[in-house]
């Protein structure tokens, strides 16, 4: 009776999953862990009423797919050979969903009225979040107007309280760390999460073939959510987002429309750049840390933070080019080696850098070449919602280890998956 119902519902079962699981990113990692094992079972449910689900035009997809997944099992050998399994094992819990989805995606399928139900429900959940980071902003405003928020170091928080001090607003509470704290998110992966949110939203704004408020107030306010967030590559990789769609628009969309979101995204920009308290500041940090010819001339710059770890992974990638240090090995070697220069940070903040010391030259090789494929496939399919995904996971794995956080590998796993498994059924059918 049950695989009867689920043969006669299975459209309908699939798109609420395709409808829940996005929304599912900005729960808990015990709450998405239960939806996780609760969409294995239903997906291993599908296997076995029909195993020809998994077709034979899937299988090169999936390989492609798991090529990651793969890395991450020769890494945790790694940590086998050298008698650290348990360090391994705890690390590898983190990237399953790089084998998951797409397992699960191959196997339940996909399709156009799926993809875009998908990227609605993300859309929405990233509005939820963001009204969600607003209103306990205002409310701590309200109830703890006066208390200095230490979103960054001493140093940089008294600086930042010299240039805006507290008024009727206390911007503290409405910026990186305390403003992402809402839903428990770091900064960064709030604004990667953002950041796809619009890409899903102007995708809806470039079809409509009328002005849609409720969408452009949607892409407006996740894109003064991300200067307000102030992850210094995310507000790199917005601007460049923003660039390239209005050169999509310019040459795809209708006059009426074209002219509508061009003058919304030059409205939202210029704004953001009159009124940011800390966005452009924190990019300024950049130049000026860069110029800097002592690198422990202010070791409470996060900047300098991260030119330090990415030495000291150079240097351990010197000791073991080809065949890395493995998940733990790597993760141990690394604090060892921050140790000794005075750094309270472990984490490599570049994730080629990770996956060098973690994989060795293997590991690397390997990875740029299978997402290679999944831009060469994407530019080729003409599917530039896919191309601009990945171009912004590829920006922010440069100074973020987007694909060692359960954030960052769902994100990634879920929607590299859907697109790349829909775009290779679509090639197959014209076939």
Same mark, same amino acid.
């Given at each position: 009776?049950?695989?009867?119902?689920?043969?006669?519902?299975?459209?309908?079962?699939?798109?609420?999953?395709?409808?829940?699981?996005?929304?599912?990113?900005?729960?808990?990692?015990?709450?998405?862990?239960?939806?996780?094992?609760?969409?294995?079972?239903?997906?291993?449910?599908?296997?076995?009423?029909?195993?020809?689900?998994?077709?034979?035009?899937?299988?090169?997809?999936?390989?492609?797919?798991?090529?990651?997944?793969?890395?991450?099992?020769?890494?945790?050998?790694?940590?086998?050979?050298?008698?650290?399994?348990? =360090?391994?094992?705890?690390?590898?819990?983190?990237?399953?969903?790089?084998?998951?989805?797409?397992?699960? +995606?191959?196997?339940?399928?996909?399709? @156009?009225?799926?993809?875009?139900?998908?990227?609605?429900?993300?859309?929405?959940?990233?509005?939820?979040?963001?009204?969600?980071?607003?209103?306990?902003?205002?409310?701590?405003?309200?109830?703890?107007?006066? !208390?200095?928020?230490?979103?960054?170091?001493?140093?940089?928080?008294?600086?930042?309280?010299? @240039?805006?001090?507290? =008024?009727?607003?206390?911007?503290?509470?409405?910026?990186?760390?305390?403003?992402?704290?809402?839903?428990?998110?770091?900064?960064?992966?709030?604004?990667?999460?953002?950041?796809?949110?619009? +890409?899903?939203?102007?995708?809806?704004?470039?079809?409509?073939? !009328?002005?849609?408020?409720?969408?452009?107030? =949607?892409?407006?306010?996740?894109?003064?959510?991300?200067?307000?967030?102030?992850?210094?590559?995310?507000?790199?990789?917005?601007?460049?987002?923003?660039?390239?769609?209005?050169?999509?628009?310019?040459?795809?969309?209708? !006059?009426?429309?074209?002219?509508?979101?061009?003058?919304?995204?030059?409205?939202?920009? +210029?704004?953001?750049?009159?009124?940011?308290?800390?966005?452009?500041?924190?990019?300024?940090?950049? +130049?000026?840390?860069?110029?800097?010819?002592?690198?422990?001339? @202010?070791?409470?710059?996060?900047?300098?933070?991260?030119?330090?770890?990415?030495?000291?992974?150079?240097?351990?990638?010197?000791? !073991?080019?080809?065949?890395?240090?493995?998940?733990?090995?790597?993760?141990?070697?690394?604090?060892?080696?921050?140790? &000794?220069?005075?750094?309270?940070?472990?984490?490599?903040?570049? &994730?080629?850098?990770?996956?060098?010391?973690?994989?060795?030259?293997?590991?690397?090789?390997?990875?740029?070449?299978?997402?290679?494929?999944?831009?060469?496939?994407?530019?080729?399919?003409?599917?530039?919602?896919?191309?601009?995904?990945?171009?912004?996971?590829?920006? =922010?794995?440069?100074?973020?280890?987007?694909?060692?956080?359960?954030?960052?590998?769902?994100?990634?796993?879920?929607?590299?998956?859907?697109?790349?498994?829909?775009?290779?059924?679509?090639?197959?059918?014209?076939?």
């Amino acid at each position: 009776m049950i695989v009867d119902l689920l043969k006669n519902n299975r459209e309908r079962i699939i798109s609420i999953f395709y409808i829940l699981m996005p929304l599912a990113f900005f729960c808990s990692v015990r709450i998405f862990n239960f939806i996780i094992f609760s969409s294995a079972g239903l997906t291993l449910i599908y296997l076995f009423i029909d195993f020809k689900l998994v077709k034979e035009r899937n299988r090169k997809a999936i390989l492609l797919l798991l090529i990651p997944f793969l890395l991450i099992l020769y890494t945790l050998i790694q940590d086998i050979f050298h008698n650290d399994a348990a =360090g391994g094992w705890y690390f590898f819990e983190t990237y399953l969903p790089l084998g998951f989805f797409p397992l699960m +995606i191959a196997v339940i399928g996909i399709t @156009d009225q799926q993809i875009r139900l998908t990227k609605a429900s993300f859309f929405t959940g990233c509005i939820i979040a963001a009204l969600l980071c607003l209103g306990f902003a205002f409310w701590k405003n309200i109830t703890d107007h006066d !208390r200095i928020v230490h979103n960054w170091s001493f140093a940089e928080t008294m600086k930042f309280y010299e @240039d805006h001090p507290i =008024g009727a607003i206390n911007w503290g509470f409405f910026l990186y760390m305390e403003f992402a704290n809402a839903v428990h998110f770091h900064p960064t992966y709030l604004s990667i999460f953002f950041i796809t949110g619009i +890409i899903f939203g102007l995708s809806f704004l470039e079809r409509s073939r !009328r002005i849609n408020l409720l969408l452009i107030t =949607g892409i407006s306010l996740l894109t003064i959510e991300v200067f307000l967030l102030s992850s210094k590559i995310s507000l790199i990789i917005l601007l460049i987002i923003f660039a390239l769609a209005a050169i999509r628009i310019i040459y795809r969309a209708t !006059r009426h429309t074209r002219y509508v979101v061009i003058a919304t995204i030059a409205a939202i920009t +210029i704004a953001l750049a009159v009124s940011s308290p800390v966005a452009f500041y924190r990019i300024e940090a950049i +130049i000026k840390d860069l110029q800097s010819s002592n690198s422990n001339a @202010d070791m409470a710059s996060s900047n300098l933070h991260r030119l330090q770890l990415w030495k000291n992974a150079v240097e351990l990638f010197k000791e !073991r080019p080809l065949t890395g240090w493995g998940l733990s090995g790597a993760e141990k070697a690394l604090q060892a080696a921050t140790h &000794q220069t005075g750094s309270q940070r472990f984490n490599t903040h570049n &994730q080629y850098l990770m996956l060098l010391i973690s994989g060795g030259l293997f590991g690397i090789i390997f990875f740029l070449a299978a997402y290679s494929t999944y831009i060469i496939s994407s530019i080729r399919a003409a599917d530039y919602i896919y191309t601009v995904f990945l171009i912004t996971i590829l920006l =922010g794995l440069l100074t973020e280890n987007l694909l060692s956080r359960h954030a960052g590998v769902v994100l990634y796993s879920f929607f590299n998956a859907l697109f790349f498994i829909h775009l290779h059924n679509r090639k197959n059918e014209k076939i």
